[in-house]
């Protein structure tokens, strides 16, 4: 009897101490992915430790192991999710148009995802590409810019280019906008709106003088 009313005793103590809700499985996994991709962001995935994860999480490390398997389950659900949410935004914003009109709504749309997202645009872009994790940044970005490639196509066509030579140029203007996004994440001005007319300036004014046979000035060194 002594011992069961200590029992007791230490649940009541438990159940009183502030702080400690008693989570559902869910929800818990829910607070393992929000904590880890902010280590991730900051500090890399190879920088982050599963103690760290559980330690910022106030829970064991067998949790985090019981929901994802390891660190690498819990990273390729972080990476998952931010890969759906940027080609969500992008396909969705595609809307009919005239070609241009397509070109700033793709532009804007991955400025747009940068912007809200920006530890999961520095998860993409920093660490996918080199832990075996699929979805990784240049995997994204080559599915934008096969969408990118049936606008210049088009263009091409009606200009009298090679549409043969549109995925080259499609995976040139989506690097650019990518690029110039990492850029921006750190420097954080000018607005986004300003970021895409000036890439789309760029973009859209140099597509509309290209040459049909582009030579360079000087030759390759052989």
Known sequence: MAAAGNADRRESTRARR???????????????????RALFAARGFDGTSVEEIAARAEVSKPVVYE???????LYAVVVDREVRTLLDGIRGSLTSGHQRELLEQATLALLDYIEAHRDGFRILARDSSGTGVSGSFA???????????????AEFGRRG??????PMYAQMLVGMVAVTGQWWLDAQHPPRAEVAAHLVNLAWNGLSHLQAKPTLVTPPAT
């Not at 502030?18 to 880890?36: F, H, K, T, W």
């Not at 929901?67 to 389950?73: A, Q, R, V, Y």
């Open 161 to 166: 280019l090679d549409p043969k030579t549109a």
């Open 18 to 36: 502030p702080g400690r809700v008693r989570m559902s499985g869910a929800d818990r996994r829910e607070q393992l992915i929000d904590v880890a």
């Open 139 to 153: 995997t994204i970005l080559s599915d934008v810019a096969s969408r990118v490639e049936g606008i210049l196509a």
């Open 67 to 73: 929901h994802f398997g390891g660190k690498e389950g």
